[in-house]
T-cell receptor, first 112, second 114 residues
């Protein structure tokens, strides 16, 4: 089955700086790569996703890049703000109807 | 719309007891899922139902059973609870529309097995 590795497990950045979280996947058949944000005690919420026919996608301060050849994808957050502090999860799937395989999460800490 | 709802929010069981976690969605989604979340482990898929009338095992199905009661409801049953099943359980649902396949999560059920 699919295996998703996520790094780093904890990331601390100064407010206003950029943050990058990286994930690798093992199954070349995976074609859907969402990113979720989870605040303490809350449910995961989708923040951005990308399909394998697209190399990059941007939504305001958040962007995701995908390298299918190397089987890795990354989340980029620019101009970080205190409300960006949370745990971020990457995931991969061959199709959402089959369920998602998640990475173990990155705890992002924004230092004031 | 309430989205995805789960009951109960919190439950304490003794080893060997049984219980059913309930999940319902009012978004007319075809697919539904059960995940468990443990510290440092991310979310792991237990079972899923791609459409009404079908269910399939995910990554960690042992010790669980599911029922897709109708298009709205997908329940998860623990027949004989074990301490290793202490976790937060999330239900989710999704609908594919064009190139979008957003998976929406419920608020979770915190389960403690003593």
């Amino acid at each position: 089955g699919e295996n998703v590795e996520q790094h780093p497990s904890t990331l601390s950045v100064q407010e206003g700086d950029s943050a990058v979280i990286k994930c690798t996947y093992s199954d070349s058949a995976s074609n859907y790569f969402p990113w979720y944000k989870q605040e303490l005690g809350k449910r995961p919420q989708l923040i951005i996703d990308i399909r394998s026919n697209v190399g990059e996608k941007k939504d305001q301060r958040i962007a995701v890049t995908l390298n299918k050849t190397a089987k890795h994808f990354s989340l980029h957050i620019t101009e970080t703000q205190p409300e960006d502090s949370a745990v971020y999860f990457c995931a991969a799937s061959q199709g959402v109807a089959d369920g998602l395989t998640f990475g173990k999460g990155t705890h992002l800490i924004i230092q004031p | 719309n309430a989205g995805v709802t789960q009951t109960p929010k919190f439950q304490v069981l003794k080893t060997g007891q049984s219980m059913t976690l309930q999940c319902a969605q009012d978004m007319n989604h075809n697919s539904m899922y059960w995940y468990r979340q443990d510290p440092g482990m991310g979310l792991r898929l237990i079972y899923y139902s791609a459409s009404e009338g079908t269910t399939d095992k995910g990554e960690v199905p042992n010790g669980y059973n599911v029922s897709r009661l109708n298009k709205r409801e997908f329940s998860l049953r623990l027949e004989s609870a074990a301490p290793s099943q202490t976790s937060v359980y999330f239900c989710a649902s999704s609908l594919r529309t064009g190139s979008r396949e957003t998976q929406y999560f419920g608020p979770g059920t915190r389960l403690l097995v003593l």
